[in-house]
């Protein structure tokens, strides 16, 4: 996500309740479709698609294509654009650069915390339509798509640095951001290496304390256990950010263990890191979650070879599917008991035998 906005207050969306008012406002609003609605449709690939086909794939096509190859097809799964819109992200931007009627400590919060809760809110938005679609066909949902609190700081290290060629330790906004945890930017003894360590603090802080962000955890659990009485099993990927969270580690900074997890990697669903070989690949996120492994480096696909936990995940909603239609009276347990089979277990952390 860019951050966006300018450095004046903001007339249009500069409340926080306003930012989260129209993040809340996109997740209801009816689902949208990269293409022509396919009725009967098992499948669900939640994703960002290119809306031109002469253009180049974007994220979700190259995750359809492994979908839609070796026993699927197109009429079987439903491309469900899901995307965050450019106005909720110059929405959260507003929060971080302008001022507003909330104190600039408020406004960092609220943008650490709706950064955090975004993603969590608009798929619940969607589960919750297709849980009470009484036509609804599908069966299974693949989701590579996800948030944590390490790329929540990221976003904030990336908007404190300042332009190519400015005679700066940090950025307009770094300088906020700085006064906001407790740093003078201009005093001689100025550390960015002090700020960066605030900021994760900071981060870890709010999203650990969040009542929404935990609200919106919980809700998401519930309409998992609800989709599964119908029939469906839910697919995401774990997240590609072990490589970050050493990134982060290896700049001195001091984060948690879970720094690199999931936001919506909570209730009943498969969440699948990426094998290499016979290796977890180095940035496949490890936490306790993860239940389950399928290749993720040098994914061969029909647009091209892929890496990623976000091109292990369609696999095993593939195989989910296609071992929920060989044996139509299973359970979602049974189907998910039997599609594990297929790919390698896993603690989160560690192979297992």
């Known amino acids: 996500m860019q951050i ?16 989260e008012k129209t993040i809340r406002e996109d ?15 098992t499948v669900a690939v939640l994703d960002v698609f290119s809306s031109d086909s002469g253009a180049k794939p974007w994220h979700g096509d190259y995750v ?8 699927l097809g197109d009429p079987d799964v439903l491309k469900i654009s899901h995307g965050m819109s450019d106005e909720i992200c110059d929405a959260l ?4 650069k302008d001022d507003g009627p909330e104190t600039p400590a408020e406004r960092l919060d609220a943008y650490i915390e709706l950064s955090g809760s975004q993603k969590l809110i608009q798929t619940n938005g969607t589960l919750e339509t297709i849980l009470h679609d009484p036509t609804s066909s599908l069966r299974v949902i693949n989701q590579s798509q996800g948030n944590s609190r390490v790329d929540i700081y990221e976003l904030l290290e990336s908007a404190a640095k300042p332009e190519t060629g400015e005679n700066a330790p940090v950025s307009a906004t770094g300088e906020r951001l700085a006064k906001v945890v407790g740093l003078d930017p201009k005093a001689p003894d100025f550390e960015l290496q002090e700020l960066r360590q605030r900021l994760a603090d900071r981060v870890a802080q709010v999203v650990d304390g969040s009542s929404l962000i935990a609200a919106e955890r919980e809700r998401h659990a519930e309409l998992l256990s609800s989709l599964r009485d119908k029939g469906v099993l839910m697919v995401t990927s774990a997240g590609n950010n072990a490589d970050e969270l050493d990134r982060v580690r290896g700049m001195g900074l001091d984060v948690s263990e879970n720094f690199d997890d999931d936001l919506t ?4 669903k498969l969440i699948v890191g990426a094998l290499d070989n016979q290796e977890v690949a180095f940035f496949s996120s490890r936490y306790s979650n993860v239940n389950i492994l399928a290749p993720g480096v040098d994914v061969e696909t029909p647009l091209g070879r892929r890496t990623g936990t976000s ?3 369609p696999q095993v909603a593939r195989q989910a599917e296609l071992i929920r239609r060989q044996n139509p009276d299973w359970t979602v347990d ?3 008991a039997e599609t594990k089979k297929s790919f390698t277990a896993t603690d989160g952390f560690n192979i297992l035998s």
């Open 4 to 19: 966006t906005g300018s450095q004046t207050t903001s007339p249009i969306l500069s409340r926080i309740s306003d930012v």
């Open 27 to 41: 997740a209801a609003r009816p689902l949208s479709y990269a293409e022509e609605f396919q009725e009967g449709a």
């Open 64 to 71: 359809d294509s492994i979908l839609t190859s070796q026993g």
């Open 93 to 96: 931007g507003t929060l971080l």
């Open 265 to 268: 990697s909570v209730g009943p």
């Open 311 to 313: 091109y292990a995940a």
């Open 334 to 336: 049974q189907v998910e």
